[in-house]
């Protein structure tokens, strides 16, 4: 059955440094993959979507890389910010746009 | 900038009663969904609407659940029955009709259900 798995359930690094944060899928061929972000107790934020023939997307601080063979998306956040601290949220699409699977997310703390 | 409302904010409730949460979509939207998220685990994709019937259901929406979009701005989900393990967070989404766009889904701020 269709599995998304992101790397670690926490990541905590220095303020300016870059994030990096994986999702790995496996039995999927996704159209595409979003990362979204959740703050506790608040609904997941859309960031960024790259589609299956997209290498790399960029917004401002944030870059996203889908890598189809590996079956895997890195989410970098550069000049990293305490106001980054959040969990981030890799998600597919499980059939169509109807139904959209998540990850278990990414628990991101900066330090100041 | 135009959001997703939920309401109620939290929702406490006796077990084997029937509640309704309920989503104002963002107004130029046309396809909605619900989700819901059991404290500490991940978003778990529930239901989504379009062109008044449901798109797709996951194995969690059994006959306990159902959704309607009652008029042209509210969507609710109702819970018939409501079980203990039916407590978490209530996400509703909505996301715009373009092709290009669809797959980007708005969510809103969440009911929180408790079941006791």
């Known amino acids: 059955s269709q599995k998304i798995e992101q790397n670690s359930e926490a990541l905590n690094i220095q303020e300016g440094k870059t994030a990096t944060l994986t999702c790995n899928y496996t039995n999927y061929s996704p159209a595409y993959l979003q990362w979204y972000r959740q703050d506790p107790g608040r609904g997941p934020v859309f960031l960024l979507l790259?589609?299956?023939?997209?290498k790399e997307k960029r917004k401002e601080r944030l870059k996203v890389t889908f890598d189809t063979t590996l079956k895997q998306s890195l989410f970098h956040i550069t000049a990293s910010q305490p106001a980054d601290s959040a969990t981030y949220l890799c998600?597919?699409?499980?059939?169509?746009?109807?139904?959209?699977?998540f990850g278990s997310g990414t628990r991101l703390s900066i330090r100041p | 900038e135009p959001e997703v409302t939920q309401t109620p904010s939290h929702q406490v409730t006796q077990m084997g009663q029937e509640v309704i949460l309920r989503c104002v979509p963002i107004?130029?939207?046309?396809?909605f969904y619900w989700y819901r998220q059991i404290l500490g685990q991940k978003v778990e994709f529930l239901v989504s609407?379009?062109?008044?019937?449901?798109?797709?259901k996951s194995e969690i929406f059994d006959d306990q659940f159902s959704v309607e979009r009652p008029d042209g701005s509210n969507f609710t989900l109702k819970i018939r029955s409501t079980k203990l393990e039916d407590s978490a967070m209530y996400f509703c989404?909505?996301?715009?009709?373009?092709?290009?766009?669809?797959?980007?889904?708005?969510f809103g701020p969440g009911t929180r259900l408790l079941v006791l």
């Open positions: 609407f379009y062109n008044n019937e449901i798109s797709e």
């Open positions: 107004s130029n939207h046309l396809y």
């Open positions: 989404a909505s996301s715009p009709r373009t092709s290009g766009s669809k797959e980007t889904q708005y």
């Open positions: 998600a597919l699409p499980y059939s169509s746009a109807s139904k959209i699977i």
């Open positions: 790259i589609r299956e023939n997209e």
